[in-house]
């Protein structure tokens, strides 16, 4: 099909068709092979990584799907494990879950999946578990993303907002504006551009060298936040 359809979502013989010739095709890894309603992580792997999960989710509801700098499907990972990562984490494990507007064409899933996966794949996380839904035409714009990751954080690591006081030092991963530039600019050079939940894919690179090294630093305070938070 070139499109898609609601029986794409209705867990019928569609949707496995879809769920098999997609989804487990570009996130392919053990989890997901299981094909299991949950994914059954190994404790003994965290807990090797660290003392604390970290774990957060983000909903993803942008237009247009794709702007300057990347896509809803980078940015569905990039969003997510830049949340876990700033709690000092390392991103490990992200769930998926899509819900589709009836007649969204197929190669703009494809396209969307398949960066999803080569984000994935470049930060070293797994895509373990998801879920699709299909919805009439009109009940959605397109394309929505729901992802929620976890991370193991490190038993000498503890970043927070309680951390931080007067007189402490603020250091920038990167020039400042460039997100709001890109939000303003975006209804001039990409169409409707909507909403204010848009990103600068840029800005949330899959989690950020400045969260890495600051893990192998003795400060006694740390508070990281991504450059753009706030947004979808």
């Known amino acids: ?90 991103p490990r494990y992200l769930s998926c879950g899509f819900i589709l507007e009836e007649g969204l064409e197929m190669a703009t899933l494809e396209r969307v999946v398949s960066s999803m996966a080569r984000t994935a794949q470049a930060a070293e996380i797994a895509i373990v578990t998801g879920d699709t839904k299909v919805v009439p035409r009109g009940a959605a714009d397109k394309l929505f993303i729901n992802t929620a990751g976890i991370g193991a954080i490190p038993a000498d690591i503890r970043w927070g907002a309680q951390q931080i006081a007067p007189g402490d030092v603020l250091l920038v991963s990167g020039t400042l504006g460039d997100h709001g530039a890109t939000i303003l600019n975006l209804p001039r050079t990409a169409g409707s551009g909507r909403r204010a939940g848009q990103r600068l894919c840029g800005a949330d690179a899959a989690y950020s060298d400045a969260a890495r090294c600051s893990r192998h630093q003795s400060a006694t305070r740390c508070d990281p936040r991504r450059s753009e938070r706030g947004g979808s």
């Not at 949707?15 to 092979?33: D, H, K, V």
């Not at 993803?60 to 809803?72: K, M, N, S, T």
Request: with cysteine; glycine share 10%; charged share 15%.
């Open 1 to 90: 099909m070139k499109s898609v359809q609601l029986a794409h979502g209705s867990g019928g013989q569609a949707m496995q068709q879809l769920i098999a010739s997609l989804f487990m095709q570009a996130f392919a890894n053990p989890w997901l092979a299981e094909q299991e309603d949950q994914a059954r992580l190994d404790l003994a792997q965290l807990t090797a990584q660290g003392d604390r999960l970290a774990f957060s989710t983000d909903s993803y509801v942008i237009d247009p799907l794709f702007f300057p700098g990347g896509d809803i499907g980078k940015l569905a990972v990039c969003g997510t494990a830049n949340d876990v990562a700033v709690s000092g984490a390392l």
